[in-house]
């Protein structure tokens, strides 16, 4: 059950939105300036793959920094999407304890229960 709220109350909400998909080659792609480094030493890895050898070989640190910051990027993004995810769950048992109509009695009609799971 919950406590009615005895003045107003405001939320602030940390939010992901879907990444943009570039329409053209020449638009722009908003990254932050800590993932520009990591994303430039893996275009240069990638990039002499073809090459190979000690040149190739010399770039496996720079690799392994843009993977390190992959994974730490992905772990603030999990961390905050366990914050969504408890209260997703509140509002889904809210939802459930807390009927969207009442019992209601008219002339000619009795009683008539509405259960709310029912799509009623």
Same mark, same amino acid.
């Given at each position: 059950m919950s406590v009615v709220p005895d003045q107003a109350y405001s939320v602030t909400l940390d939010v992901i939105r879907k990444t943009p998909i570039p329409i053209s080659d020449a638009a722009n792609i908003q990254l932050g300036r800590e993932q520009v480094d990591a994303i430039v030493d893996y275009a240069e890895h990638l990039s002499l793959f073809k090459v190979g050898g000690a040149e190739f070989q010399a770039t496996t640190r720079q690799a $392994? $920094? !843009?993977?390190?910051?992959? %994974?730490?990027?992905?772990?603030r993004i999990s961390a905050a999407a366990?914050?969504? !995810?408890s209260a997703s769950e509140q509002s889904q048992r809210q939802?459930?304890?807390?009927?969207r109509?009442?019992?209601?009695?008219? %002339? =000619? %009609? =009795?009683s008539l229960k509405i259960d709310p799971d029912a799509g009623n």
């Open positions: $392994n $920094n !843009f993977l390190k910051q992959s %994974v730490t990027y992905n772990m366990c914050a969504a !995810f939802k459930s304890s807390i009927p109509r009442l019992e209601t009695s008219a %002339v =000619g %009609v =009795g």
